[in-house]
């Protein structure tokens, strides 16, 4: 994965299930009173915990580090195109929508958007 | 200090022919443990126990989602007595949380180096509910040989024949392969063990026919190279995952035994057709695993497969109906959807569907997968073309000299269990 994706600006090291290293491409926009963070799963560059299984988490660790407003996230999970031919990795984005707990996110509810709704928002 | 180390029976699927192996995950943990413990293996899906057998620790080792519930079963009822139990293993590390509701300990990662401080701690009264070396990897030098002396052997056999041993010369996988967890089990770091180990191990092994359960032969190519020089002078004959698609490893492998390969048909292209007509140039058979159900398969798409599965001539082959195991890309996928409407564990044996398939409605995908076997074996059934596959390994076997006849007393028996003739 090229950190030169345009929705990859860094790499994101963190903790994740069972205290396992991860790492995942990150994309910070604030913008209108919002943040908005994208999320994208590396896959095989990322020896821990997939980001699908550890949003809630990640949300919340992402907040506090990057000094974010819990109320003012827009997280945004993305799957980048593998090339595989394999159709279900096509690149995918989708809101994440959780509860909230304090400065705790929990409970994730994912609603799939196009490539073209996430530009408007960065944009 | 006496432990029952037990692996829970499961219902295996109605279509596969019934082959009880010897299990491998229990021996390799056994082979970590310290000598002053004294080991009752238990496979139950060959053998009862008794709960008053005497026992200071009950350890119980599952491979399969579908084991899950058994093995909490068992350590309900052990724990009731009073007796502590500690789970691992592969689905223990798949379903902990869960599993930790059931445990007095939940073990996560490899045994190996570290099961002593978890004894160490139970003998002082101060077993933790947790303990968690998913980051701390053995090193591989530490690993076996697997304690098949554990087995009671005469319970894996078939009317005389002796089942394949398993047996593993590396752990973790590289790749990241859409239904699969064996990336979060073993780590995307392929670690092999040293080749002096392995050929100390393969000669431990009273048996000429095994099954390597790498998680596959295709991560490194020299490596595999040596692998298989290694083998050569103990003329096993040997079934594993995916071999490289090199002609240099290929030959060898054929010269180390390589009887039969696990490989993925997922599609009908020519990659396929060649992969599989490569394997049979080098004299190695192939069994077709085909998994249906995947969001990129209409109806049509899995008949075309079907028809393609009978232009490339396959051996043997094996469907499977896509299940959502936990810690795969495929869960992930169905859980952001909601598309996962089963979960009954006991259930995903990967012969059902417990998830809505993008294209079809789960009874369908279930009637297109009834329908993948019978007319797969319509022609010829599964037993006829398992004994082709009998008959090459004996051919091979006679001419290097190994060939074992089928032991006699064991005619009439088939996994321990009286058969007619």
């Given amino acids: 994965m090229k950190t030169d994706d345009k929705y990859v600006d860094r790499l994101y090291h963190f903790n994740g299930k069972w205290d396992m290293p991860g790492i995942c491409g990150l994309k910070v926009v604030r913008k209108s009173g919002k943040t908005i963070v994208i999320a994208t799963n590396l896959y095989d560059k990322n020896p821990g915990t997939s980001i699908s299984r550890w949003s809630a988490q990640l949300a919340t660790i992402i907040c ?8 003012e996230l827009v997280f945004i999970e993305r799957n980048p195109n593998i090339h595989s031919r394999l159709e279900f990795y096509a690149e995918t984005f989708d809101i994440v929508e959780f509860d909230r707990e304090g ?3 929990a409970n994730p509810v994912w609603k799939r958007i196009s490539g073209d709704e996430v530009d408007e928002l960065i944009a | 200090m006496k432990i029952k180390l037990i ?6 699927l109605d279509r596969q022919t019934e082959f009880n192996l010897p299990p491998h995950g229990p021996v390799v943990f056994a082979a970590a443990l310290p000598d002053y413990t004294e080991v009752d293996f238990v496979d139950e899906n060959m053998q009862s126990f008794s709960y008053d057998d005497p ?22 009822t052990y724990r009731e007595m009073g007796i502590k139990v500690l789970f691992g293993g592969i689905s223990t590390m798949l379903h902990a949380e869960e599993t930790m509701l059931h445990a007095d300990s939940v073990f996560m990662g490899e045994a190996e180096g570290h099961i002593e401080e978890v004894l160490d701690d139970f003998a002082r009264g101060e077993m933790k509910k947790l303990y968690n070396f998913m980051n701390q990897q053995p090193d591989m030098e530490l690993v076996g040989p697997a304690r098949r002396n554990l087995y009671d052997r005469d319970l894996y056999y078939h009317k005389g024949v002796q089942m394949v041993d398993l047996f593993h010369a590396s752990r973790g996988c590289k790749f990241n392969c859409y239904p ?11 670690r092999a063990r040293p080749f002096d180990r392995i050929a100390e191990e393969l000669d431990t092994i009273d048996n000429n026919r095994l099954f390597v359960v790498d998680n596959t032969l295709a991560q490194d190519k020299e490596w595999t190279k040596e692998l298989f020089r290694t083998m050569i002078p103990f003329k096993k004959n040997w079934c594993s995952h995916t071999i490289s698609d090199d002609s240099e490893v290929l030959n060898l492998a054929a010269q180390a035994g390589s009887w039969y390969v696990y490989q993925a048909v997922f599609d009908t292209s020519d990659y396929i057709k060649e992969r599989i007509k490569r394997y049979h140039d080098y004299g190695i058979s192939v069994e077709g695993t085909i998994l249906l159900g995947m969001d990129n398969q209409t109806e049509d798409d899995m008949k075309r497969l079907f028809d393609f599965l009978g232009e490339i001539n396959l051996d043997l082959a094996e469907f499977t109906i896509l299940t959502p195991f936990p810690e795969t890309k495929a869960y992930d996928d169905m859980l952001k959807e909601s598309r996962i409407f089963d979960h009954d564990w006991n259930h995903y044996t990967a012969d059902r569907a417990v ?6 409605s789960p009874e369908r995908l279930q009637e297109l997968f009834e329908y993948a076997w019978e007319s ?3 022609t010829e059934t599964q037993e006829q073309k398992m004994f082709k596959l009998m008959m090459k390994v004996v051919e091979r076997e006679m001419a290097s000299g190994t060939y074992r006849k089928p032991r006699t007393d064991l005619m009439e028996s088939s996994f321990g269990k009286f058969v007619d003739r």
């Fill in chain 2, 7 to 12: 692996y829970p029976r499961w219902k295996k």
């Fill in chain 1, 64 to 71: 506090s580090e990057l000094e974010i407003d819990p109320g």
């Fill in chain 2, 180 to 190: 699969c967890a064996v990336s979060f089990l073993g780590g995307r770091r392929f």
């Fill in chain 2, 376 to 378: 797969f074996y319509a």
């Fill in chain 1, 103 to 105: 400065s705790h996110f």
């Fill in chain 2, 355 to 360: 998830y809505q398939p993008r294209h079809v």
């Fill in chain 2, 55 to 76: 026992v200071d620790l009950v350890c119980i080792s599952m491979m399969l989602t579908s084991q899950v519930k058994r093995g909490w079963e068992i350590a309900d």
